[in-house]
């Protein structure tokens, strides 16, 4: 390992940047391959898991609540959900905005901002305090949710290029048809371990029309977020999301012409990436679903995106210090940061 030539022709460099892609930034060359390391002890190391290898509570429960795979401390979460049958109650997290990433299947949404139904690849926004259930149209469904405590905005770096807002953004729509309903369960996610829960006369979700212009809750599919290339030897991704607070980034990491990424080391963000499918492979993620960490501070270098047969990914920044809960630790392997293969030396 210690023998492996980076790509041919590259400088053997090492960066280290502030504030993500945007900050100061320092370069050294080395004369040996830095993301190399022999083993590892402790939390803060580089992981990678297969989702698919996890079973969500709420797949076989529907009363259960989307399972957390990774928390931190600023608030940031990731859960992945994967219900078969719809919720039977309404939730609203009073504490974060969600981004529901959908992994596979399609998942209709009802919110008390309108309904929209959303299929592989797309993102769905549903900002704090907005009230919503889902369930899959067929029998399956697997999303990865983002929890943000600071208010999420799409913010590509110009109004158009990387996003075709009129074309691609669509929003929650109003389904006047749907009955008043019965007694609902109103679920209130706090960060109490113990949920609140109001019992209320009707269906929060039925409403009548929607009076004002704006609707809070959007999807935007992948698969639409143009990928921003340098070439001919590559730069940063361009993220076309992000917190208010600039502690979360998301970005569209899916493949793009241009040189492989820089050995370097992040000094202020966690970096998770979800490699979604093929048909290429992105170094040694191959298989739909596979969730990469890269914690800040850890060298790093990654693999190519630049895969002529094409892949989807997207990427995660944040400055939040990321740490696997148990039940994604147990699905997880150590991660070597070349090509981001589980690492040949593999313990948990
Ligand atoms: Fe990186």
Redesign the pocket.
Known sequence: MSAKPQDAGAPPVQLWSRDGFQGALSVVTRQTYAPDYLSVQGPHAPRRAVLERLTPDDQDDPEALPTTVATSRLGVKLHVSGRRTPMPYVVRNVEADEIHFIQSGTVKFETDVGCLTATEGDFVCIPRSIAYRYAPTGDAMRSVIVESPSVLKLAPPAPSGLLNVARDLKHAEVDATMPAGGPTRLVLKTLDPENTVFMLPHDPLALGVHLSESVPVWKLNLANIQVHAYLPEGGPPSQFLQSGTGDLLMFNLSARPGGR?PV?I?ADFD?LICYVRGPGAWGGCTEPGTLTC?PKGVI?H?PSEDVPEGYQAWLLETRATMRWTPKALAVAELMETGQYMPHPGAGK
């Open positions: 990424p370097h992040n970096e890269v790093h990654g």
